[in-house]
């Protein structure tokens, strides 16, 4: 049975983000930032958040409440206008509902999960995702629009409800970021990198050729603008390298290629969440990148170097990654024509360990993938008709096919 309730649209905060700033949640907000009685006005202005000025003209929150819909839901569609001549790349927002006297009430409900989501599991609240800090495509002003629906208590009905909103703006301009990684004090309060992450679970392989499930947990301060390379690709990349005691290990200031195939798991697969940037040439000649990815990985041992030991590495460490992707190139190890990450034989997103021929060589490696004496890039396309040759149509193309 429908109910009706006397919702009441408050906006908590609109600010302003310095580029240091505007990526550190840019995956979600934590919850607790929609600067309502409930949360005690802290929005996402706040300490260990976002800093900026507030916002000076034009800019504007736009809150609409649908009439209620199957079973009394309402729809809440929540709006970031600018009518200046700053144009906002990106925006995030953070919305709760509560009664008068500050207590969260309700259900909130994800309408699109691509743009909106509850922080962390908390379904008091509703925040962007990644995805939703870019101009939204519903809104044909360009504006950052989300939307998410609410379902008020049984015993609700007659009484006020406050939609409180908070919105941060960012122009998106590219400026550098450093990560810092630090530990957090017994009353900081701060999240903790966990609070803030994505989980990516990742299969390996045990000594029965089991597979065991891993998860690399990921936080992109940015993604980049550009493409992202696959985990077979060599990349140009700064980083370091920490223990979870804070021990750097490894650290890289300036970019340097590294062959992903020939990098830890857990590195490899978090790369290949980020977005390569673009690049300029200085008047001396040297080559200035901007907008690319950034981010910070964190994985288990069994994504690195599991019972070994390297070089200041403890054996059975999880390990920590803070990386910059400037660049990468898409790469042929074996020069057969066929880029390695489409020797992906058993199609599990990885080319490594298949071998069509049983020569024990990966075919990324192997020069002749079939083993029938004829290089691989001899049997691709012998009529230079920009098809793959698969002369008797069996479905296996020749250079796969020992027969042909």
Same mark, same amino acid.
Request: one cysteine or more; a negative charge.
């Given at each position: /049975?429908?109910?009706?309730?006397?919702?009441?649209?408050?906006?908590?905060?609109?600010?302003?983000?310095?580029?240091?700033?505007?990526?550190?949640?840019?995956?979600?907000?934590?919850? %607790?930032?929609?600067?309502?009685?409930?949360?005690?006005?802290?929005? *996402?202005?706040?300490?260990?958040?976002?800093?900026?000025?507030?916002?000076?003209?034009?800019?504007?929150?736009?809150?609409?409440?649908?009439?209620?819909?199957?079973?009394?839901?309402?729809?809440?569609?929540?709006?970031?206008?600018?009518? %200046?001549?700053?144009?906002?790349?990106?925006?995030?927002? !953070?919305? *709760?509902?509560?009664?008068?006297?500050?207590?969260?009430?309700? !259900?909130?409900?994800?309408?699109?999960? /691509? &743009?909106?989501?509850?922080?962390?599991?908390?379904?008091?609240?509703?925040?962007?995702?990644?995805?939703?800090?870019?101009? #939204?495509?519903?809104?044909?002003?360009?504006?950052?629009?989300?939307?998410?629906?609410?379902?008020?208590?049984?015993?609700?009905?007659? !009484? !006020?409800?406050?939609?409180?909103?908070?919105?941060?703006? #960012?122009?998106?301009?590219?400026?550098?970021?450093?990560?810092?990684?630090?530990?957090?004090?017994?009353?900081? #309060?701060? &999240?903790? &990198?966990?609070? /803030?992450?994505?989980?990516?679970?990742?299969?390996?392989?045990?000594?029965?050729?089991?597979?065991?499930?891993?998860?690399?947990?990921?936080?992109?301060?940015?993604?980049?603008?550009?493409?992202?390379?696959?985990?077979?690709?060599?990349?140009?990349?700064?980083?370091?390298?920490?223990?979870?005691?804070?021990?750097?290990?490894?650290?890289?200031?300036?970019?340097?290629?590294?062959? &992903?195939?020939?990098?830890?798991?857990?590195?490899?697969?978090?790369?290949?969440?980020?977005?390569?940037?673009?690049?300029?040439?200085?008047?001396?000649?040297?080559?200035?990148?901007?907008?690319?990815?950034?981010?910070?990985?964190?994985?288990?041992?069994?994504?690195?170097?599991?019972?070994?030991?390297?070089?200041?590495?403890?054996?059975?460490?999880?390990?920590?990654? #803070?990386?910059?992707? /400037?660049?990468?190139?898409?790469?042929?190890?074996?020069?057969?024509?066929?880029?390695? +990450?489409?020797?992906? +034989?058993?199609?599990?997103?990885?080319?490594?360990?298949?071998?069509?021929? %049983?020569?024990?060589?990966?075919?990324?490696?192997?020069?002749?993938?079939? %083993?029938?004496?004829?290089?691989?890039?001899?049997?691709?396309?012998?009529?230079?008709?920009?098809?793959?040759?698969?002369?008797?149509?069996?479905?296996?193309?020749?250079?796969?096919?020992?027969?042909?």
């Amino acid at each position: /049975m429908k109910q009706f309730v006397f919702i009441i649209a408050v906006i908590g905060a609109i600010f302003f983000s310095t580029p240091d700033y505007v990526y550190t949640f840019s995956t979600g907000a934590p919850a %607790g930032k929609t600067g309502s009685p409930g949360d005690g006005g802290v929005s *996402c202005n706040s300490t260990y958040c976002h800093s900026g000025p507030a916002p000076v003209s034009g800019e504007f929150i736009d809150i609409l409440v649908t009439q209620p819909l199957d079973q009394g839901t309402y729809r809440i569609v929540v709006e970031v206008s600018n009518t %200046g001549s700053i144009v906002y790349e990106k925006a995030g927002f !953070q919305a *709760c509902v509560e009664d008068n006297s500050g207590n969260k009430i309700g !259900q909130l409900s994800i309408v699109d999960p /691509m &743009l909106t989501k509850f922080p962390n599991g908390n379904n008091d609240y509703v925040t962007h995702t990644f995805s939703g800090t870019a101009i #939204s495509e519903l809104s044909v002003n360009s504006n950052h629009l989300w939307e998410f629906d609410w379902t008020p208590p049984s015993d609700f009905e007659g !009484q !006020q409800a406050h939609v409180y909103v908070a919105a941060i703006l #960012s122009n998106n301009n590219n400026s550098n970021i450093d990560l810092k990684i630090d530990k957090l004090s017994d009353n900081s #309060s701060r &999240l903790s &990198l966990f609070d /803030m992450a994505n989980v990516k679970t990742i299969n390996v392989k045990d000594s029965d050729e089991n597979d065991v499930p891993h998860n690399l947990y990921y936080i992109i301060a940015r993604e980049g603008s550009n493409t992202r390379p696959s985990i077979a690709d060599s990349v140009y990349v700064a980083y370091e390298g920490k223990l979870t005691s804070g021990e750097t290990f490894d650290k890289r200031k300036f970019p340097v290629w590294l062959d &992903l195939a020939n990098a830890l798991e857990g590195f490899r697969e978090g790369v290949s969440e980020l977005r390569t940037g673009v690049y300029s040439e200085n008047s001396n000649g040297t080559i200035e990148y901007n907008s690319f990815g950034v981010g910070i990985f964190i994985f288990p041992s069994g994504l690195g170097y599991f019972e070994n030991t390297s070089a200041g590495i403890p054996e059975y460490s999880p390990l920590i990654f #803070s990386v910059k992707l /400037m660049t990468y190139t898409d790469t042929d190890h074996d020069n057969d024509g066929i880029l390695s +990450i489409f020797e992906d +034989i058993d199609g599990d997103g990885k080319p490594f360990r298949d071998d069509s021929d %049983g020569d024990r060589i990966w075919n990324m490696y192997d020069t002749d993938d079939d %083993g029938d004496g004829i290089l691989t890039i001899n049997e691709l396309d012998k009529n230079n008709d920009t098809i793959i040759d698969d002369t008797d149509n069996d479905g296996i193309p020749d250079y796969l096919d020992p027969n042909n």
